[in-house]
T-cell receptor, first 110, second 117 residues
Framework: RKEVEQDPGPFNVPEGATVAFNCTYSNSASQSFFWYRQDCRKEPKLLMSVYSSGNEDGRFTAQLNRASQYISLLIRDSKLSDSATYLCVVNKPGTYKYIFGTGTRLKVLA | GAVVSQHPSWVICKSGTSVKIECRSLDFQATTMFWYRQFPKQSLMLMATSNEGSKATYEQGVEKDKFLINHASLTLSTLTVTSAHPEDSSFYIC?????????????FGPGTRLTVL
């Protein structure tokens, strides 16, 4: 089993749609969780950290379910500019190292 | 967020040559820098962890004699790909992290695209 698993997509959605991504992680001892966005041929950029209580930043909502070991990202009112690959990131327990998922590709269509 | 730079942004070299990539944290002191590699359509894979003033630690399967890492100061880490071969062609990304920060966030450089002919 991969340490961090994501559906690679692509998810093709129309502008204005709501889309959700899930990510599962294998080690229950992980403590830090993030969603990163990566545009083609660019470095990943932090979208948001994910907290146990769930958190929201504008159109983006992240949730963490420790019992089931999954993280979700919800994007509301999708924009063309949201087209990118979304990377789920989990820390390696006991370290500050990141483990990246393979990413979920999103295409928002006009 | 903090700013991390990488140089060069891209490089093309002949097989057998060595290539040095620099990673700098511009506005904070990075106690730790990480080096990642990303092949097309794959995710970032951690290669090594670089701590200022000490030897780098390498992930399983990464050859330390091929990928030389030096972290001479709190703002600079270098990765040297020695005797590069076409299979080393990849996108190399560094990130910087500080234990002095409250969050666990790593700040990523813009990456270096290496093509070995």
């Amino acid at each position: 089993r991969k340490e961090v698993e994501q559906d690679p997509g692509p998810f093709n959605v129309p502008e204005g749609a709501t889309v959700a991504f899930n990510c599962t992680y294998s080690n229950s001892a992980s403590q830090s969780f993030f969603w990163y966005r990566q545009d083609c041929r660019k470095e990943p950029k932090l979208l948001m950290s994910v907290y146990s209580s769930g958190n929201e930043d504008g159109r983006f909502t992240a949730q963490l379910n420790r019992a089931s070991q999954y993280i979700s990202l919800l994007i509301r009112d999708s924009k063309l500019s949201d087209s990118a690959t979304y990377l789920c990131v989990v820390n390696k327990p006991g370290t500050y190292k990141y483990i990246f998922g393979t990413g979920t590709r999103l295409k928002v269509l006009a | 967020g903090a700013v991390v730079s990488q140089h060069p942004s891209w490089v093309i070299c002949k097989s057998g040559t060595s290539v040095k990539i620099e990673c700098r944290s511009l506005d904070f002191q990075a106690t730790t820098m990480f080096w990642y590699r990303q092949f097309p359509k794959q995710s970032l894979m951690l290669m090594a962890t670089s701590n200022e003033g000490s030897k780098a630690t390498y992930e399983q399967g990464v050859e330390k004699d091929k990928f030389l890492i030096n972290h001479a100061s709190l703002t600079l880490s270098t990765l040297t790909v020695t005797s590069a071969h076409p299979e080393d062609s990849s996108f190399y990304i560094c990130s910087a992290y500080s234990l002095r920060r409250e969050d666990a966030e790593q700040f990523f450089g813009p990456g270096t695209r290496l093509t070995v002919l």
